[in-house]
Every structure is written in structure tokens, then in C-alpha cells.
Nanobody, 121 residues
Framework: VQLQASGGGLVQAGDSLRLSCAASGRIFSIDGMAWFRQAPGRERVIVAGIKWKGRGTYYADSVKGRFTISRDNAKDMMYLEMNSLTAEDTAVYYC???????????????WGSGTLVTVSS
């Protein structure tokens, strides 16, 4: 499975941004997908996760109510709609896919290259 994240950029606090993740390859093997982020000097953390088939989403407390994860199975795409952005959301955002389970329980086997989101205050 290959993943390509896009949509990052420089925005102002309070703005919105939508990230996209294009998946290709052995898509049928995917059980869950997720967005992670890594801020400068910090560990990579999961931001949101979604079951690839069926229903189920997960959000970290820090983004709950502001971010929305979604997918389009017909297009093999995953999205992250980010609203009310703050400087704390500045990070490199990665999309990831798991062959087994989803959300925080999953072990993510495949990673995209990351897209930088910078929020100026």
C-alpha cells in the first residue's frame, strides 16, 4: 500500500484546511486509516482514525469538535477537515494505514510522506 498526503500549507489562526490522503496498491488489505502529526521537538501522535470498511472514527481530545476525518472508498481517499486552527496544530501531518484493527489499537504498517501545516497566530 502506498500513501500520499497533501493539502498542507501556511494559514492563520482560526482558518480551516483540508488534508487529503491518496491510497494505492493492495487497498483491500486495509482495516483502518489514521492521521498522525508530529510537531517540532515532539513525538508523533495520532490525531484521528477511521475504519476503512464499516463505521467507526476516533479523535484525540485536542482536536475533538474541530477536526473531521472522512473517507471515500470509491476513490481510495481519506480526508482530514481541520477547522478553528491554532498555533498548537502546527506540525507535519502523516496519513497511515493498518492491516489489522483501527484507531489507537492498530499497528500502522504503511505511512505517507507527510504534509506540513503551519498555523500563524
Amino acid at each position: 500500500v502506498q500513501l500520499q498526503a497533501s493539502g498542507g500549507g501556511l494559514v492563520q489562526a482560526g482558518d480551516s484546511l483540508r488534508l487529503s490522503c491518496a491510497a494505492s496498491g493492495r487497498i483491500f488489505s486495509i482495516d483502518g486509516m489514521a492521521w498522525f502529526r508530529q510537531a517540532p521537538g515532539r513525538e508523533r501522535v495520532i490525531v484521528a482514525g477511521i475504519k476503512w470498511k464499516g463505521r467507526g472514527t476516533y479523535y484525540a481530545d485536542s482536536v475533538k469538535g474541530r477536526f473531521t476525518i472522512s473517507r471515500d472508498n470509491a476513490k481510495d481517499m481519506m480526508y482530514l477537515e481541520m477547522n478553528s486552527l491554532t498555533a498548537e496544530d502546527t506540525a507535519v501531518y502523516y496519513c497511515a494505514a493498518s492491516r489489522s484493527d483501527w484507531g489507537t489499537r492498530a499497528r500502522y504498517n504503511y505511512w505517507g510522506s507527510g504534509t506540513l501545516v503551519t498555523v500563524s497566530s
